[in-house]
């Protein structure tokens, strides 16, 4: 199906910025729509912010505003650009993508990679 590697992730004071990657490989003919979540300790996983095939977006309302999501098709490529970074953002941050083969629906995750915000 497809493989997922993230990137991006780090330490930054608060205010700071980061950029997430995430590069897809295998199948990525098949992709639909690619997002980021976030999961922090002893909480659940969140959707963060989401990009869909046509290019539509949406996220999570306590990023709204400061957070980016965009795609390099040509790269299978998707970024997640930080900005104001508050230390409720830190999480490990998770890349997923959704598509079709065939018949069947699939998703594929990432490793995660882990962002933390320092007051």
């Known amino acids: 199906q497809v493989q997922l590697v993230e990137s991006g992730g780090g330490l930054v004071q608060a205010g700071g910025s980061l950029r997430l990657s995430c590069v897809a490989s295998?199948?990525?003919?098949?992709?639909?729509?690619m997002a980021w979540y976030r999961q922090a300790p002893g909480k659940q996983r969140e959707l963060v912010a989401g990009?869909?095939?046509?290019?539509?977006?949406n996220y999570n309302e306590s990023v709204k505003g400061r957070f980016t999501i965009s795609r390099d098709n040509a790269k299978n490529t998707v970024y997640l650009q930080m900005n104001s970074l508050k230390p409720e953002d830190t999480a490990v941050y998770y890349c997923?993508?959704?598509?079709?083969?065939?018949?069947?629906?699939?998703?594929?995750w990432g490793q995660g990679t882990q962002v933390t915000v320092s007051s």
């Open positions: 997923n993508v959704a598509g079709e083969i065939g018949w069947n629906e699939y998703e594929s």
């Open positions: 295998g199948s990525t003919f098949s992709i639909n729509s």
């Open positions: 990009i869909s095939g046509d290019g539509s977006t």
